[in-house]
């Protein structure tokens, strides 16, 4: 996670660089006008392109646990941005409502996980005898989910959070689920559907 947020924090660097280099090198330089603002455009549209296009209609967010407020039923979220010309709010205050589901994704056993992945590629390797468009065998995640309420949560945990509207813009909203990771501040623990690691070693 670290290494993630330093590289971001690198390419926001570069290019806020570029923008301000090419600014104060033309005012130094006693070149001004419409034609430099132009230019200056055009170098923030390229900058642009070498990030991905900022969702208009967000109902997702992940983030680190900065605050629980237990008693008032709400956490607060930092998200990171992965695009420097993403102006959504990078701070936001998570209501836990009376119908939101809490989950904690707690690791499996080595052994278990282990046997399940197993099993997987036993699956797989069946899966040329079957019919054709007979369901896909299912791999198994390192994770299993619990459920949790937000006594659970704690600051410094990486969380997953869902909502039932478009929040692009809101530094508030309730959750539909939230998922927290397994492990102590600074964890990364894996929402469901996010990509299978490899097994763990055979004993």
Same mark, same amino acid.
């Given at each position: 996670?670290?290494?993630?947020?330093?590289?971001?924090?690198?390419?926001?660097?570069?290019?806020?660089?570029?923008?301000?280099?090419?600014?104060?090198?033309?005012?130094?330089?006693?070149?001004?006008?419409?034609?430099?603002?132009?230019?200056?455009?055009?170098?923030?549209?390229?900058?642009?392109?070498?990030?991905?296009?900022?969702?208009?209609?967000?109902?997702?967010?992940?983030?680190?646990?900065?605050?629980?407020?237990?008693?008032?039923?709400?956490?607060?979220?930092?998200?990171?941005?992965?695009?420097?010309?993403?102006?959504?709010?990078?701070?936001?205050?998570?209501?836990?409502?009376?119908?939101?589901?809490?989950?904690?994704?707690?690791?499996?056993?080595?052994?278990?996980?282990?046997?399940?992945?197993?099993?997987?590629?036993?699956?797989?390797?069946?899966? +040329?005898?079957? &019919? =054709? #468009?007979? !369901?896909?065998?299912? %791999? $198994?995640?390192?994770?299993?989910?619990?459920?949790?309420?937000?006594?659970?949560?704690?600051?410094?945990?990486?969380?997953?959070?869902?909502?039932?509207?478009?929040?692009?813009?809101?530094?508030s909203f309730d959750a539909k689920t939230l998922i927290v990771s397994s492990s102590g501040p600074?964890? +990364?623990?894996? &929402? =469901? #559907?996010? !990509?299978?690691?490899? %097994? $763990?070693?055979?004993?």
């Amino acid at each position: 996670m670290e290494q993630k947020n330093s590289l971001v924090a690198i390419i926001i660097t570069l290019v806020i660089g570029l923008i301000v280099g090419f600014a104060l090198g033309r005012g130094l330089g006693g070149v001004g006008g419409f034609g430099d603002t132009q230019k200056l455009q055009q170098q923030v549209e390229q900058a642009k392109k070498l990030f991905p296009p900022v969702a208009t209609d967000v109902r997702s967010m992940s983030g680190t646990v900065k605050e629980v407020k237990e008693k008032q039923g709400v956490i607060v979220v930092e998200t990171i941005a992965v695009n420097p010309f993403d102006d959504t709010p990078r701070v936001r205050t998570v209501t836990i409502a009376s119908d939101t589901k809490i989950i904690r994704n707690e690791q499996k056993d080595p052994a278990a996980y282990q046997k399940e992945f197993i099993d997987f590629q036993k699956a797989v390797q069946a899966q +040329a005898s079957k &019919p =054709a #468009g007979s !369901a896909p065998a299912k %791999p $198994p995640m390192p994770f299993r989910e619990v459920a949790a309420t937000i006594s659970d949560i704690m600051v410094g945990q990486q969380v997953f959070v869902t909502a039932d509207q478009n929040i692009r813009d809101k530094t508030s909203f309730d959750a539909k689920t939230l998922i927290v990771s397994s492990s102590g501040p600074g964890g +990364a623990g894996l &929402p =469901a #559907g996010t !990509a299978l690691p490899p %097994p $763990p070693p055979s004993r």
